[in-house]
């Protein structure tokens, strides 16, 4: 939490959300001087339903009304657009999965909306995300929040020591429904207002949809273990691994090809060949394929600076994972590469692989490949 002891001047991203809105509300009962930020990060189609910049602004003006401290509609739709999404794109048509949401933080919110803070005079920011920052002999750690149900350390973890030495995150010490309690008690207006979710310049609107507008579909084979075609799909791009719907292929009659269940068992993508543009499939939630002991990632940024020494540590290779022991083989500024005695399922390019001693966000990378299958 924040020093009582020192008033700062703390600028605020106010979401539209119940998460923001606390933090403001503790922040300004600590008897700092807060100033709330409404964040627009995209601007394509404001006045579509899915779409719900216009109504989360409301939302937060009616929040800062409420606390009383004033609020700023910044418009970072530009950088949005060149620093994330161009990103985004690049990765899906490559045949990544990757996760906007990180370098959104990294790119927009502790890098864009921190400069701006600090124009605006402000010696910290803060914002609704469960996490904690603790400081130990002048460096900056970057702790899971205290709820492990809504921990956000993970998509955090591209936090440098500088953004962190500026960074403030209230609810990380708090309960969700301790936060929610808070809001009721002050009477905010978006006090149970339902917690956002999915990806921010896409809202609830079907994801291939939306995926359409950007990548030119190419369908190819859908191959089973044995290479047998089972049908046809629509794009590589539109496809991640351990996905089970919308595959658009049933059963198969042939026992002989089953591995980890029978005939009518669920079909999960396993792998994805670029170069022959074919969607590889596989029928059990544990077949082989979809287990690694391995992996190897890239573009790799550390919370201290440097990378941690090799050794035991725990790992989460997607968000809604429970922390993986693993050893860190070897790091570098550039890469890494882990090894977990236990299976991951699923292991996908693109997404982030995040490494743990403990409580502690070490930091991670982009995971590139598999380099090993189980089995």
Not at 117 to 143: C, N, P, S
Request: with cysteine.
């Amino acid at each position: 939490m924040a020093n009582n002891n020192s008033k700062q001047r703390v600028v605020v991203g106010l979401s539209g959300g119940v998460d923001s809105a606390v933090t403001a509300h503790l922040l300004k009962q600590q008897g700092h001087e807060v100033v709330g930020i409404f964040m627009k990060n995209w601007e394509d189609d404001d006045n579509s339903e899915y779409c719900s910049s216009n109504i989360d602004f409301v939302d937060a003006a009616a929040v800062a009304d409420v606390i009383g401290i004033e609020i700023e509609h910044v418009n970072f739709a530009a950088e949005y657009k060149d620093r994330v999404f161009a990103e985004f794109l690049r990765e899906y048509q490559a045949g990544r999965t990757p996760n906007p949401d990180i370098l959104c933080n990294a790119e927009i919110k502790f890098k864009a909306f921190l400069d701006h803070a600090v124009r605006l005079g402000a010696e910290k920011i803060a914002t609704g995300h469960y996490a904690r920052v603790r400081e130990v002999d002048g460096q900056f750690q970057l702790l899971k929040g205290l709820d492990p149900a809504k921990d956000q350390s993970y998509f955090l973890h591209r936090l440098n020591q500088a953004q962190l030495s500026k960074t403030l995150f209230p609810v990380g010490e708090l309960h969700k429904t301790e936060v929610r309690r808070i809001a009721a008690d002050m009477q905010l207006p978006n006090a149970t207002k339902k917690d956002s979710t999915g990806i921010c310049f896409i809202g609830e609107r079907p994801f291939r949809d939306f995926l359409n507008r950007y990548i030119a579909k190419e369908p190819g084979p859908i191959k089973d273990e044995k290479g047998r075609v089972l049908g046809q799909h629509v794009g590589l791009s539109f496809y991640t691994l351990g996905q089970r719907q919308g595959l658009g292929i049933g059963g198969i009659k042939d026992k002989g090809a089953q591995r980890g269940g029978g005939e009518h068992a669920p079909w999960f993508v396993a792998r994805k060949d670029m170069a022959r543009n074919t969607l590889w499939v596989v029928q059990g939630h544990d077949h082989p394929w979809l287990q690694s002991h391995t992996l190897a990632a890239d573009d790799a940024s550390w919370v201290a600076g440097h990378a941690p020494t090799p050794g035991r540590y725990a790992a989460k290779s997607r968000y809604r994972q429970a922390d993986a022991a693993c050893t860190l083989d070897a790091a570098s500024p550039s890469g890494f590469a882990l090894q977990f005695p236990d299976a991951q399922w699923a292991v996908t390019p693109g997404q982030s692989a995040v490494l743990y001693d403990g409580d502690v966000c070490l930091g991670g990378g982009v995971i590139r490949a598999q380099t090993e299958t189980a089995g």
